[in-house]
């Protein structure tokens, strides 16, 4: 299940538009991030290349350990056992009355912007993302493989998924490569594994589990045979997302190697379940996401949780609150707990996933909700842990973490209480190592307490180019902006021109062209109204951004950037820019989760289809 398509496509240009385009400058991922924490940010102890955790319990993967000892040497775990002795001189983190567990991994995510910073806040140290930028792949297996300090959790991808033209997962407002109705899977599948897909994930949705009415083309039943054979003969998982019983076994009976949602039109039966049982598939039934369809209040309840909430950021909340249209849908709930429950009973693997990126989810935070529907479900709060540690490490070959083992990955998490018997208690977070590094982990509402953002300037006049430039009446002024900081191909140009709206002297071009290369593409102009690129102020009192537009037909994007965090998500809303002059009334509460109290930029710009743009802006003002 894939968020709406405007979320998924701002939340990739908001990590490229505030991280790289405003600065242009990577985030610094060295120790020097950790050590300079603020007081009480990093666990008591185990902050240096060697320490040991002594007298801890220990959940290894698979089994427990109610006291032993742990030493960890430069980035991976050394010894573990109840009578491992502690070399002299190290540092010891005291584990009386707690809980060590491998880090989590998260099996089913869509990573996006700041993604992978908020999974490890939470003690999730992998994530596996069911559908992503394929153009991002070398960077991020560079970082899996490495052992240096991190502030964010490792990353696989599916990169591009099996679908067909006009499917599910086209909507997005940018390219992704299709299957004709009668192309050819084996090929489709090769080009996936060339572009360096981790697994090949297929889309079998017509959308027929959520509307009566609504329907999906998707790929065919010969396809989705084609494709599992295609990924197997090429060492790749294959992966299905079926939201029917009907299309789940079709799968399963064709070798998927596993399902990435539980269906939820109906409890499993015995002969699905017996099915995938004799296939050795592994489910994932992503209950954080299906919670949502029944508007079950659990996204809130962990923002509400204390032993979470001082470390979610505003967008986290934002994600947590929200939920999926339409009316709720208890039922579907229910079937998905039961299948849960009767393929845990016959021995079908069980992954813990969270599909955060939905309403309902976030990530990082999302995984303790899905480990509490898992016990839920039926299963042991041991094997719930199981579900998501050493499960989805053998199930997808990842052989270096999800257990506590001798030469293993120290990719640690370390609770008060024992969540062998309360699953709750993974909550209570003391300790995060990656990659035997403690993480930083500062209180986020600590860090929002910041003075208010100072008021935007008085008037409402941002800029009317009379004056024969581009300057602005204040702010840090126009500057342009194009995917090409993030690694993209699109360009863009911006120049005072003579003519503007209603026989003024003047107007803003801004023209380029988008170019293939970037799976977001996107070029055009934006605003600071601070003093400083992306400063915030509080423009509350002004109720409506108003501009003139001129230009080639197309739809542009006018988006802003508000909250407490330079990532934070942009709302965005279209417009058309016609041939002639035209006034653009936006409303700031059209733009959906914007808060004017810190808006930080105002971008104007175009995306796909590719070629050539050009638009022409005049008076702009923020009323």
Same mark, same amino acid.
């Given at each position: ?22 600065f242009a !400058? ?7 991030? +950790? ?12 902050? /240096? ?15 427990? +350990?109610?006291?032993a000892?742990?030493v ?6 050394e ?7 502690i ?52 960077a991020?297996?560079? !970082? ?5 300090? $991190?502030? !964010? ?9 099996? $679908?067909t ?33 981790? =697994? ?15 329907r999906? #083309? $998707?790929?065919t ?19 299905v ?16 190697? /596993? ?10 039966? #015995? ?25 079950? /209040? ?38 998905? +707990? ?18 955060? /990126? ?10 303790? @909700? ?5 016990v ?11 579900a ?10 990842l ?17 008060? @209480? ?21 993480v ?15 008021? *935007?300037?008085?008037?409402? +006049? ?11 009446? =204040? ?6 902006t ?35 290369? &970037? ?15 992306m ?20 739809? =542009? ?17 279209? &417009? ?9 009334r *936006?409303?700031l ?6 808060? #004017? ?10 995306g796909?289809?590719e070629?050539?743009?050009?638009l ?8």
């Amino acid at each position: 299940m894939t968020r709406l398509p405007e979320v998924l496509a701002a939340t990739a240009i908001a990590a490229a538009i505030a991280g790289a385009v405003v600065f242009a !400058q990577p985030r610094s991922t060295s120790t020097h991030d +950790l050590a300079s924490a603020p007081a009480g940010a990093l666990p008591s102890g185990g902050q /240096g290349a060697a320490f040991a955790i002594a007298g801890v319990r220990v959940f290894d993967g698979i089994r427990v +350990l109610p006291e032993a000892n742990v030493v960890v040497r430069d980035g991976r775990i050394e010894a573990v056992g109840a009578g491992v002795a502690i070399p002299a001189g190290l540092e010891v983190v005291d584990g009386v009355g707690r809980t060590l567990l491998p880090g989590f991994i998260d099996a089913h995510t869509h990573s996006w912007g700041d993604a992978q910073r908020d999974a490890l806040r939470f003690g999730v140290t992998a994530e596996l993302d069911m559908f992503g930028d394929w153009n991002r792949i070398p960077a991020l297996r560079a !970082q899996r493989e490495s052992l240096a300090a $991190t502030p !964010q959790a490792d990353l696989w991808t599916a990169g591009a998924t099996v $679908t067909t033209e006009g499917g599910h997962g086209t909507q997005f407002g940018f390219p992704v490569p299709t299957l004709g109705a009668d192309g050819d899977a084996r090929a489709f599948v090769d080009a996936r594994v060339a572009e360096g897909s981790d =697994y090949i994930k297929l889309i079998v949705e017509d959308f027929s589990t959520h509307s009566a009415d609504r329907r999906l #083309p $998707t790929i065919t039943p010969a396809q989705v045979t084609d494709a599992i054979v295609a990924a197997q003969a090429r060492q790749r998982l294959a992966l299905v997302h079926a939201a029917s019983q009907a299309d789940a076994l079709h799968a399963v009976e064709s070798g998927a190697d /596993g399902l990435v949602h539980v269906f939820h039109d109906v409890a499993a039966s #015995p002969a699905f379940v017996a099915a995938a049982k004799q296939a050795d598939a592994f489910v994932t039934p992503t209950l954080s996401v299906i919670a949502g369809f029944a508007h079950d /209040g659990g996204g809130a309840a962990l923002a509400d949780d204390v032993r979470l909430s001082p470390w979610l950021k505003a967008a986290q909340r934002a994600g947590l609150a929200a939920s999926f249209p339409g009316a709720p849908r208890p039922q579907a709930l229910d079937n998905a +707990l039961r299948s849960v429950a009767a393929l845990h009973v016959a021995g079908v693997d069980v992954l813990a996933g969270t599909d955060a /990126g939905n309403p309902g989810t976030a990530h990082g935070v999302s995984m303790h @909700g899905e480990l509490a529907l898992l016990v839920r479900a039926g299963l042991s709060p041991v094997e719930a842990l199981a579900a998501a540690t050493s499960v989805p490490a053998r199930r997808f070959g990842l052989d270096d973490r999800g257990r506590i083992a001798p030469g293993l990955r120290a990719d640690l998490l370390l609770v008060e @209480g024992d969540p062998t018997l309360d699953i709750e208690a993974t909550r209570a977070i003391a300790g995060i190592w990656k990659n035997g590094h403690a993480v930083a982990r500062p209180r986020v509402d600590q860090a929002a307490a910041s003075p208010a953002a100072p008021a *935007i300037a008085d008037g409402a +006049l941002v800029a009317d180019f009379e004056g024969g430039g581009t300057g602005v009446r =204040y702010g840090h002024g126009w500057q342009v902006t194009t995917d090409a900081m993030a690694g993209g191909r699109s360009t863009a140009t911006q120049a005072w021109i003579a003519g503007g709206a209603g026989g003024s002297r003047g107007a803003l071009r801004v023209s380029g062209e988008i170019r293939p290369g &970037f799976a977001f593409p996107w070029a055009g102009t934006m605003f600071h109204p601070g003093a400083q690129p992306m400063q915030p102020v509080d423009a509350s009192s002004r109720s409506e951004l108003v501009f003139q537009a001129r230009g080639d037909g197309r739809t =542009y994007q006018a988006m802003l950037f508000s909250g407490p965090s330079m990532q934070g998500m942009p709302a965005m809303q279209s &417009f058309t820019a016609g041939p002639a002059w035209t006034e653009v009334r *936006i409303p700031l509460s059209a733009f959906a989760g914007a808060d #004017p109290a810190t808006l930080r930029a105002v971008a104007i710009t175009a995306g796909l289809p590719e070629g050539g743009f050009e638009l022409s802006i005049d008076q702009v003002e923020l009323r």
